[in-house]
């Protein structure tokens, strides 16, 4: 028996979805919200359960069973307990933010596979992986995988040269482009409570930066000079933290040097809550994959500093190109970037929604090939 557009109710089917859930990572956390919203549309009398570093606000924010994701006897007894394995979103398969974070997954996927699970990769990007065992491994077990869905053209060439098998291998999107967007009423609040003046008629500016990337004085100096440069211009700037033990350093950094200034998110927000203010903005200017994600879904103009092929990707698949590599742009080349574009933000806006339509229509990808997996039509 069926129930909406392609679901499935034919029996209760136990999902366990692995990913980088619960460790308070805006752009992750989005990837499985929006992933629990399609898949329990398509597959409404699923159990789900989710992997997390935090299984409690986990269950709280979201309904479903977690499972604390760093303790092993727990994880083997909940991929012992399912029937299928969901690994995704996000950019789990990949050997260079860490050495061991690969090996975590592909074992996950490996046990799910030698217990008889059905095993599907859900909408993840694939890579870099540049060490050699890496990618005899990633081969060895992706090639056990019942589905494979890719969120750009160049995972999907990346896992074919790796030697993985393209019959069961598919292009879709990532999940959070199809977001709903809450209009700018909450973020408009938030900012008042962050001291903007919201009559002001200046141009609003928004930076989303990982820590790691300004540590080094030199680079500091330079956002500290485009930053500088916009507030003589009389654009409003603020700060948004994707991943907020992280970003918040760089944060605090500039608070300290510009004072009120600028405005600053230093409170944890949600989801729906950091998209509101995203739409309020005139620009973003990100170094975060889901903030620049945030932005198209949001309809407001972008600008990408690259540290990842995945920023490159992702403004690939828009119709943009990145600014260039955070490690090394220069101040005076970003502040002109940004001033330009902040005179044609009716234009940009006109081409990002149309380029998130588009985006949105290949996810439906991911739910046919998992309710064909589930025995479904």
């Not at 499985?32 to 269950?59: F, G, H, Y």
């Not at 990618?135 to 995972?155: G, M």
């Not at 199809?178 to 209009?183: I, T």
């Amino acid at each position: 028996m069926q129930s909406g557009k392609g679901a499935v109710t034919m029996t209760r089917h136990n999902l366990l979805i692995s990913g980088y859930y619960g460790f308070g990572n805006i752009g992750d956390e989005a990837i499985l919200d929006t992933m629990l919203k399609r898949i329990q549309n398509a597959v409404p009398e699923a159990q789900i359960t989710v992997l997390s570093a935090n299984p409690e606000r986990t269950q709280t924010l979201y309904g479903i069973k977690a499972v604390k994701r760093a303790h092993p006897l727990k994880v083997f007894n909940a991929v012992l307990k399912c029937d299928t394995l969901i690994s995704g979103g996000g950019s789990l398969i990949q050997d260079v933010t860490g050495r061991l974070s690969i090996h975590y997954y592909l074992m996950i996927l490996l046990a799910a596979s030698l217990l008889g699970k059905r095993v599907m990769v859900y909408s993840q990007g694939i890579g870099p992986i540049q060490k050699p065992l890496n990618r005899f491994l990633t081969k060895w077990i992706l090639n056990r995988a019942d589905v494979i869905t890719v969120r750009e053209e160049n995972s999907k060439t990346d896992l074919i040269q790796m030697g993985i098998r393209p019959d069961r291998l598919f292009v879709t999107a990532d999940p959070v482009i199809d977001m709903d967007c809450p209009g700018t009423g909450i973020g408009e609040t938030i900012l008042e409570k962050a001291g903007l003046d919201l009559q002001s008629p200046v141009k609003r500016v928004a930076f989303a930066l990982r820590s790691k990337d300004f540590r080094d004085q030199h680079a500091f100096n330079a956002l500290c000079s485009v930053v500088e440069t916009l507030l003589e211009k009389q654009c409003a700037v603020i700060l948004l933290p994707f991943h907020f033990s992280e970003d918040l350093e760089v944060i605090q950094r500039l608070e300290a040097k510009f004072g009120g200034r600028i405005h600053a998110l230093v409170e944890r927000h949600s989801i729906q809550e950091i998209l509101s203010v995203i739409h309020t903005m005139d620009l973003l200017v990100g170094v975060r994959l889901h903030a620049l994600i945030f932005s198209a879904v949001a309809g407001t103009p972008l600008i990408a500093l690259s540290y990842d092929p995945k920023i490159d990707y992702f403004m690939k698949a828009i119709g943009q190109s990145t600014f260039g590599a955070v490690k090394d742009f220069e101040p005076e080349q970003l502040t002109r970037g940004i001033l330009e574009k902040l005179e044609n933000t009716e234009t940009d806006r006109a081409t990002l929604i149309s380029a998130v339509e588009d985006l949105k229509s290949r996810l439906d990808i991911n739910e046919r090939e998992l309710v064909k997996l589930l025995g479904g039509n």
